[in-house]
């Protein structure tokens, strides 16, 4: 009786995400194979020109670029946010979970209120210009891109590689200590591959919005930093071209799931390991 009425309680989730995920996808995925009317409205059809495009030499520096402002993040996030996870887990004693929260808060504030408050910051008129004494060209730069980047996806470093941390048991840290081991020597051996899965798992949730991240460009860059989430929404509000932006949003959702396929395998190979 109780195995067959749990599986009903998937039926409100699967309903939900039917209705708010899996049909926009297909409605995405049929306007990307259609065409546009003089009036700029959309057809559905059958035009795999859309996907074509995406090979226009233009559009390359755009998807690299993304790719390379994504993943200076996630190194950024993890030299920033590994250290800081470290000394909670192992040095937060009884105020752990204050400093956790103290994290966690100030990224419940909307992304976008805290990108404007970069822009504040970075003006030329800003904080940053202020201290410096002189004019600092901070907003507009590759910089100033990922530096928003890194502000706001730091907590999804953080938190994962902060829950393998404290699931660590001490003692193997002090056997390694024990054992001669250097710090260094404890750390590669010991503390880094009890947390690389907390490490990829951050890795992966700072990568994938990053990606497609458009806020931070809009409004820290300019044209030489668009992204490509900057790019499918020019082709949705200014362009009028929803078949292409549709295109280049399947690409780039294939791309990431890339990415997660690689991180479940990995995290697949790990427990395997782990399990006796």
């Known amino acids: 009786m109780t195995r067959s009425l ?5 039926v409100p989730g ?23 009317d003089e009036l700029g409205n959309t057809l559905y059809g059958w035009n795999p020109a859309n996907y074509a495009d995406l ?19 996630t190194a950024l996030c993890l030299l920033i946010g590994y250290p800081v996870a470290y000394y909670i887990a192992r040095f937060g004693g009884r105020f752990k979970h204050l400093l956790v929260a103290a994290i966690v808060v100030p990224f419940l504030v909307n992304y976008l209120v805290r990108t ?9 008129e800003g904080l940053v210009n202020q201290l410096a004494g002189t004019e600092v060209r901070a907003l507009n730069t590759t910089w100033a891109v990922v530096g928003g980047l890194v502000y706001g996806y730091l907590a999804f470093m953080i938190l994962p590689v902060y829950a393998a ?10 056997a390694g200590k024990d054992l001669y081991g250097s710090p260094a020597q404890t750390f590669r051996h010991v503390t880094w591959p ?19 991240d458009f806020i931070s460009a809009s409004l820290l860059g300019g044209p030489d930093t668009y992204m490509i989430g900057n790019l499918i929404q020019q082709q949705f509000y200014d362009a009028g071209n929803w078949p292409f932006g549709s295109a280049l949003t399947i690409v780039l959702m294939l791309f990431l799931l890339v990415w997660m396929a690689f991180y479940l395998r990995s995290a697949a190979r790990a427990a395997r390991e782990v399990t006796p």
Request: zero cysteines; charged letters at 10%; aromatic letters at 14%.
């Open 55 to 73: 090979l226009d030499p233009l559009f390359a520096p755009v998807l690299l670029r993304s790719v390379l402002f994504a993943l200076a993040t």
């Open 14 to 36: 699967g309903l939900w995400l039917a209705a708010f995920f899996v049909v926009p996808l297909g409605i995405t995925v049929g306007v990307s194979f259609g065409t546009t």
């Open 6 to 10: 749990w599986p009903r309680f998937l």
């Open 116 to 124: 404007y408050a970069w822009v504040a910051l970075l003006s030329n």
């Open 165 to 174: 941390l404290d699931r660590l048991d001490p003692a193997l840290i002090e």
């Open 194 to 212: 009890a947390t690389f899965q907390g490490v990829l798992a951050g890795s992966v949730l700072v990568f994938l919005p990053a990606v497609g």
